[in-house]
């Protein structure tokens, strides 16, 4: 079988990707370890070796993406074309359906585990994509970061993650403008946060 070739981290990772995938497809009603066990072309007793529960295969196919993704972190050169870039990227990217039916029938179906559980389980101690594009930004001398606070920081994005949350699909691009142009500097600019560049931002 498959798993007499593949053994230790090697089997433990397809094992997560092949979780991974199915939570993308089907949420988290379609994770089970038999389904999980199929699609990674393994047993579900190499599963229950590692992981007890779902609950537990969820966490560790969670932490295990937030781990090992390839994250697009725009450089456009100013702090609107990064947040705008970053929200254009994140619409078109299916794993947004996916990460959102997960977060969302964790709390709302099984009521198990957290949202923000599963968010820590995504990112650990690393830095998110706005954290990061907001501190390129000041390295540029665009924000002024110790005269706002951190749940400011985090707008764009819940922002979208909440209207997306709502459609179900892809938002309208005028709807990532208007995050971005009607709210997002908008309120840096009332912190006294926001230098403008050159007339880009509005």
Avoid: C
């Amino acid at each position: 079988m498959a798993e007499n070739r593949r053994r230790g981290a090697e089997l433990e990772a397809a094992i997560l990707e092949a979780a991974w995938e199915l939570l993308t497809e089907s949420g988290v009603p379609g994770l089970s370890m038999d389904a999980v066990a199929r699609r990674a072309k393994t047993s579900k007793h190499v599963l229950y070796r590692r992981w007890q529960s779902n609950e537990e295969l969820l966490r560790a196919a969670v932490r295990h993406y937030g781990e090992n993704r390839e994250e697009f972190v725009p450089d456009t050169g100013t702090l609107r074309g990064d947040l705008l870039a970053m929200l254009q990227d994140a619409n078109d990217n299916g794993t947004m359906a996916g990460l959102i039916s997960v977060f969302a029938h964790s709390a709302f179906v099984t009521g198990n585990i957290a949202p923000e559980e599963l968010r820590r389980e995504l990112l650990g101690d690393r830095l998110t994509r706005t954290e990061k594009i907001f501190a390129r930004a000041a390295e540029r001398g665009e924000v002024v970061l110790d005269r706002v606070s951190p749940r400011v920081l985090r707008v764009p994005f819940d922002l979208f993650r909440n209207d997306y949350m709502l459609a179900l699909r892809k938002l309208p691009e005028e709807d990532l403008v208007a995050i971005v142009d009607e709210v997002t500097i908008p309120l840096l600019r009332g912190a006294g946060a926001f230098r403008n560049r050159g007339g880009d931002a509005r």
